[in-house]
């Protein structure tokens, strides 16, 4: 563990300031000190995609992103794409293609979603597939995952 740090930073729009060793994963910090349980622990190595969330609108691994990384940013997690009762297009997207089984991956595939659509807009069948192949779903449901994607690129903004 590494010497304790202040660390102040923004999650779902909202400032946060927690005192923490610097080294600790952004993931337990999200799940144990501000009780955001949405982002999934998978692998603990960054391979799987359970654990993404958006830093200053990048996708990121939260299980090897450390609290020091991520110190003066904003963090976006599944919990901060609703807008009230609206979900965010890439939900309804994933809602509507019926694109899950077991439902642990689907907040870190929504996440990865919303960041390749941040990225580009219209990405092609082989550009979702490469930029979705960061994540893992044991239950095999890629296909709608594909799809989901596809629908909500039909959406003008998706934005978090």
């Not at 949405?38 to 969330?53: D, H, I, Q, Y």
């Not at 609703?82 to 929504?110: N, R, S």
């Not at 550009?127 to 594909?146: A, D, P, Q, S």
Request: negative net charge; hydrophobic residues 40%; aromatic residues 4%.
């Amino acid at each position: 563990m590494s010497e304790t740090v202040q660390a102040k930073f923004s999650v779902n729009g909202k400032e946060v300031e927690i005192q923490t060793p610097g080294d600790r994963a952004l993931l337990e910090v999200l799940r144990e000190e501000l009780g955001l349980t949405g982002t999934k622990f998978g692998c603990g190595e960054g391979a799987c995609g359970a654990c993404s969330v958006l830093v200053n609108g990048k996708r990121t691994f939260s299980c090897s992103t450390t609290v020091a990384d991520v110190v003066g940013k904003s963090v976006t997690t599944i919990e901060g794409l609703a807008k009230g009762d609206a979900l965010h297009p890439v939900q309804e997207a994933f809602l509507a293609e019926g694109a899950m089984q077991c439902g642990y991956c689907v907040p870190g595939m929504i996440m990865g979603a919303v960041a390749l659509l941040e990225r580009k807009a219209n990405p092609t069948e082989a550009e979702i597939t490469e930029w979705m192949n960061g994540h893992l779903c044991r239950c095999c449901g890629y296909v709608k995952v594909v799809a989901a994607v596809h629908r909500a690129m039909q959406v003008a903004e998706v934005k978090p």
